[in-house]
Antibody, heavy 123, light 107 residues
Framework: QVQLQESGPGLVKPSQTLSLTCTVSGGSISSGSYYWSWIRQPAGKGLEWIGRVYTNGGTNYNPSLKSRVTISLDTSKNQFSLNLSSVTAADTAVYYC???????????????WGQGTLVTVSS | DIQMTQSPSSLSASVGDRITITCRASQGIKNDLGWYQHKPGKAPKGLIYAASNLQSGVPSRFSGSGSGTEFTLTISSLQPEDFATYFCLQHNSYPRTFGQGTKVEIK
């Protein structure tokens, strides 16, 4: 069973770049056909999909964040990462990494998630 | 973006009860909907994909139905470990969007 674990600073200053890493264990990030995704949830609010990176490095981003987001793979470390630039207090949230796969009929699902990590944007 | 409206936002139930949670999509999404369970401090867990298919290892008391714009998650006999927050997620288009969640509490 694949396991995911988020890591990174819990406190980021306004206008700086938020950087998080998701470490994948129990399977290779470069094998199989999966999307590796980032999702966040501000306190008291709903979940927001940030974006994803495919096994071949291709990406999709939420248009609302696209100008500030970069998601990338590091196959040598079996990790993928999130960079969110020019952060404000509105970016304070619990950030989750997750794996999205699909079956033979093309039906998608998230089958593995990290526990989440709280990132606070404050000076 | 496709808006997902989930109801109720919370419910109180007893062990053994049958409960139903609903998600409505702002436009048709075929059967591209999943249901997930989330407990505080834990990783969310996938329950249902493609509206009605159980993910691996999920007990059969969980079931899903619907297509187009209206979907339901049913737990046929609530167990102590089922008290959690449940949310829906549409996989039809980008960006992926979520329901606001339903917190299932012990009565």
């Amino acid at each position: 069973q694949v396991q995911l674990q988020e890591s990174g600073p819990g406190l980021v200053k306004p206008s700086q770049t938020l950087s998080l890493t998701c470490t994948v264990s129990g399977g290779s990030i470069s094998s199989g056909s999966y999307y590796w995704s980032w999702i966040r949830q501000p306190a008291g609010k709903g979940l927001e999909w940030i974006g994803r990176v495919y096994t071949n490095g291709g990406t999709n981003y939420n248009p609302s964040l696209k100008s500030r987001v970069t998601i990338s793979l590091d196959t040598s470390k079996n990790q993928f990462s999130l960079n969110l630039s020019s952060v404000t207090a509105a970016d304070t949230a619990v950030y989750y990494c997750a794996r999205e796969g699909w079956d033979l009929l093309g039906a998608y699902y998230f089958d593995s998630w990290g526990q989440g990590t709280l990132v606070t944007v404050s000076s | 973006d496709i808006q997902m409206t989930q109801s109720p936002s919370s419910l109180s139930a007893s062990v053994g009860d049958r409960i139903t949670i609903t998600c409505r999509a702002s436009q048709g999404i075929k059967n591209d909907l999943g249901w997930y369970q989330h407990k505080p401090g834990k990783a969310p867990k996938g329950l249902i994909y493609a509206a009605s298919n159980l993910q691996s290892g999920v007990p059969s008391r969980f079931s899903g139905s619907g297509s187009g714009t209206e979907f339901t998650l049913t737990i046929s006999s609530l167990q102590p470990e089922d008290f959690a927050t449940y949310f829906c997620l549409q996989h039809n288009s980008y960006p992926r969007t979520f329901g606001q969640g339903t917190k299932v509490e012990i009565k």
